[in-house]
């Protein structure tokens, strides 16, 4: 039986992807790329040095009314399902880790009956405290991982922890600076860690009422 394999490329940097995708990659009969309109495919831009099968292009829209993202999801795990079908081996490639915030899972859920095999990749906020040499916890100390969708639940994050990673911080940034000082946090804020036009900054103030890239993060840590 053919097998899809979920295969996390990492955060930008072609050298952090592990041999075990690599080899994979190299293996299977489609690769498959998720996409958004108008924005190409960062996870085949990394991936693309270790491909050896057919590409295929598919579009998961970043913004949708729920009823039509179903059915985009829908129409695309019909596609993966025919290449399986097939007799096909496919490769979801995705960037960061495939079990973190990533349209993999979706797809994962939607094939039930095939065989599937996950294979894990550096996430973002890994590779981020990586490039900073700051730990994001040590000894006995908890952390917490927050998508920045609710203001209030970053709040209660905040409170009940010294370690926090703010992910998918773009459409709330100014709220999340004016709210970190009032916790008493440092944050430590990377664009597009890994890529060429990565971009690091402990002073959040000086991208207060700009437009932040959405593959952003902050790493944010109590101070004593």
């Given at each position: 039986?053919?097998?899809?394999?979920?295969?996390?490329?990492?955060?930008?940097?072609?050298?952090?992807?592990?041999?075990?995708?690599?080899?994979?990659?190299?293996?299977?009969?489609?690769?498959?790329?998720?996409?958004?309109?108008?924005?190409?495919?960062?996870?085949?831009?990394?991936?693309?040095?270790?491909?050896?099968?057919?590409?295929?292009?598919?579009?998961?829209?970043?913004?949708?009314?729920?009823?039509?993202?179903?059915?985009?999801?829908?129409?695309?795990?019909?596609?993966?399902?025919?290449?399986?079908?097939?007799?096909?081996?496919?490769?979801?490639?995705?960037?960061?880790?495939?079990?973190?915030?990533?349209?993999?899972?979706?797809?994962?859920?939607?094939?039930?009956?095939?065989?599937?095999?996950?294979?894990?990749?550096?996430?973002?906020?890994?590779?981020?405290?990586?490039?900073l040499n700051i730990p994001i916890a040590?000894?006995?100390?908890?952390?917490?991982?927050?998508?920045?969708?609710?203001?209030?639940?970053?709040?209660?994050?905040?409170?009940?922890?010294?370690?926090?990673?703010?992910?998918?911080?773009?459409?709330?940034?100014?709220?999340?600076?004016?709210?970190?000082?009032?916790?008493?946090?440092?944050?430590?804020?990377?664009?597009?860690?890994?890529?060429?036009?990565?971009?690091?900054?402990?002073?959040?103030?000086?991208?207060?009422?700009?437009?932040?890239?959405?593959?952003?993060?902050?790493?944010?840590k109590k101070e004593r």
């Amino acid at each position: 039986m053919a097998k899809l394999y979920g295969i996390g490329v990492g955060i930008g940097d072609k050298n952090l992807i592990s041999l075990k995708a690599v080899e994979t990659l190299g293996q299977v009969d489609v690769v498959v790329a998720p996409t958004s309109k108008g924005e190409g495919s960062i996870a085949y831009e990394i991936a693309k040095p270790y491909i050896k099968s057919d590409v295929v292009f598919l579009e998961f829209p970043m913004i949708y009314t729920k009823e039509n993202l179903k059915a985009k999801w829908d129409e695309n795990i019909k596609k993966i399902k025919r290449f399986l079908d097939e007799g096909k081996n496919v490769a979801f490639i995705t960037i960061g880790d495939p079990m973190i915030y990533s349209t993999y899972v979706y797809i994962l859920n939607g094939i039930e009956g095939y065989e599937a095999e996950t294979i894990p990749g550096i996430s973002s906020f890994s590779a981020a405290a990586s490039r900073l040499n700051i730990p994001i916890a040590t000894g006995d100390e908890a952390f917490a991982v927050i998508p920045s969708g609710d203001i209030l639940e970053i709040s209660k994050a905040l409170d009940m922890f010294d370690n926090v990673v703010l992910m998918k911080i773009s459409r709330r940034f100014d709220e999340i600076v004016k709210i970190l000082k009032e916790k008493n946090f440092k944050g430590y804020l990377v664009i597009k860690c890994g890529h060429d036009d990565e971009q690091i900054s402990l002073n959040l103030d000086e991208y207060i009422g700009k437009k932040i890239d959405y593959m952003s993060l902050i790493i944010a840590k109590k101070e004593r």
